[in-house]
Structures are given as C-alpha cells and as structure tokens.
C-alpha cells in the first residue's frame, strides 16, 4: 500500500496494533528515514502508550509499557556489526507471553524470528511517499 505522509504511516501502525495480539514479533525493514520509527510511534498510540517513542538506534532498545501489562519492546540492531548479548535479550523478551517486539535491522538474528510473526517491508518512493508490505513469516501478504 503506498503511505503519503508521516501521519498516514502512524495511522497505519494504529490501525495495525488493532490486528495483533501479543505475542508477536515484527520485523521491520526498510533504508534508514524509511519510516519505521513513525510506523512504531502509530503501533504504540494504538496499544495505549502515551510515552513519546523515539528511535532505539543508540541504545539498541527501549521499552514501553501497555494496557494488558505486556510491553512494547523495540530493537534496533542498525549500529552493530555483531549483536552479542543482545541476542540474547531478544530471545528472552520473545519469550514473554505479554509482549510485542519490533525489531529493525533483524539480518544477524532473522533465526530467532518465528512462523506466524511478521516482517513489514518499507521503500522509499521518488515521489516522498512510501510503499509498505505487510506479511507474514510464512510469507502470506496481509
């Protein structure tokens, strides 16, 4: 679907947090300034989370807390070459029953993300706009 603003991609991510249920995993991919962050900032407004979401870039991740008790935990591997104990976090915050992850920038722990979670596809159009691709680990497009 094409996205043509900043405020299109946050509905997108509320309108997206009204689909899932935690827990989930979502990867999300796309070139820097592609839009994951505002999609991330819709997904939060739409489970509750008044916290300002910012990009975890520096600090590999953040975590917000929602409604049902669960959290947002979102991932940023973008600056490392290799994800070190980090990987280990991931694995153990997937594992929490209550929470939904985002992870940007997945390629060093892609083995960790599982069947019927979803990878989300941004590309940056000549125009501005974005495209963006919503499907499932198991390849399904939604």
Known sequence: MKVKSSQEMVKLGEEFAKKIAPPVVIELVGDVGAGKTTFTQGLAKGLG?????TSPSFTISKRYAFLNGGELA?????????????????????????????VEWAGEV?????????????????????????????????
């Open 49 to 53: 989370i008044a916290d300002e979401i």
């Open 74 to 102: 979102h991932y940023d591997f973008y600056r490392l070459n290799d994800v070190g104990i980090m990987r280990e976090e991931l694995a153990e915050t997937m594992s929490e029953d209550g929470n939904i992850v985002v």
């Open 110 to 142: 892609a083995d960790l993300l599982g069947v019927g979670d979803y990878r989300i596809n941004f590309t940056m159009l000549e125009d501005g706009a974005r495209e963006v691709e919503i499907e499932t680990l198991e390849g399904d497009k939604i």
